[in-house]
């Protein structure tokens, strides 16, 4: 089955500066793959999402590209803001209904 | 529309105990996802349904945890008995789109085990 892993666990960058999550999966089949937001004491919510046949997509200050070769995929967030504090979880997708998730990053902005 | 509701947001229990959580999905969404939070092994894909039909069980830990769906509004997920190392968040998830579009979570259960 499909394995997502995720780097780094947590990050800390200082507020305005851009922020990098990257995750590997093992399944070449899969062909979605969601990033999702979550607050404390909330559920995620999905902030941004690619599918196979694009190399990268970008909404205001949040981007995602995806190697399918390298089996690759990142999400950047650019001139960060406090309330982008908060645990990023990337996600696979193979088509056959099951999202696995990555174990996620704990985001904090410094001010 | 309300979201994803679940219920009870929080529960402390006994080792030993029977503990049903419950989830309302959104209405019209016809897959329906149980997801377990950890801190260490994140968010865990428990079991799906599709149109009310178990289609993926085999993220469920053990015999002690079981999932039902009578109909398109409620779904359940029950641990029997319960045990410390079940601690932890369950979020259930509902989706229009099954595993190729968003998943709309709910709040949440947090669930002790004492």
């Known amino acids: 089955g499909e394995n997502v892993e995720q780097h780094p666990s947590t990050l800390s960058v200082q507020e305005g500066d851009s922020a990098v999550i990257k995750c590997t999966y093992s399944?070449?089949?899969?062909?979605?793959f969601p990033w999702y937001k979550q607050e404390l004491g909330k559920g995620p919510q999905l902030i941004i999402d690619?599918?196979?046949?694009?190399g990268e997509k970008k909404d205001q200050r949040i981007a995602v590209t995806l190697n399918k070769t390298a089996k690759h995929f990142s999400l950047h967030i650019t001139e960060t803001q406090p309330e982008d504090s908060a645990v990023y979880f990337c996600?696979?997708?193979?088509?056959?209904?099951?999202?696995?998730f990555g174990k996620g990053t704990r985001l904090h902005i410094l001010p | 529309d309300a979201g994803v509701i679940q219920s009870p947001r929080h529960e402390v229990t006994e080792m030993g105990q029977e503990v049903t959580l419950r989830c309302k999905p959104i209405?019209?969404?016809?897959?329906l996802f149980w997801y377990r939070q950890t801190m260490m092994r994140g968010l865990e894909l428990l079991i799906y349904?599709?149109?009310?039909?178990?289609?993926?069980d085999s993220g469920m830990p053990e015999d002690r945890f079981s999932a039902k769906m009578p109909n398109a509004s409620f779904s359940t997920l029950k641990i029997q008995p319960s045990e410390p190392r079940d601690s932890a968040v369950y979020f259930c998830?509902?989706?229009?789109?099954?595993?190729?579009?968003?998943?709309?979570f709910g709040e949440g259960s947090r669930l002790t085990v004492l």
């Open positions: 998830a509902s989706s229009s789109l099954a595993g190729t579009g968003e998943l709309f």
């Open positions: 690619i599918r196979s046949n694009v």
């Open positions: 349904f599709n149109n009310n039909v178990p289609i993926d």
């Open positions: 209405s019209g969404h016809n897959s």
């Open positions: 996600a696979a997708s193979s088509g056959d209904d099951k999202i696995i």
């Open positions: 399944d070449s089949a899969s062909n979605y």
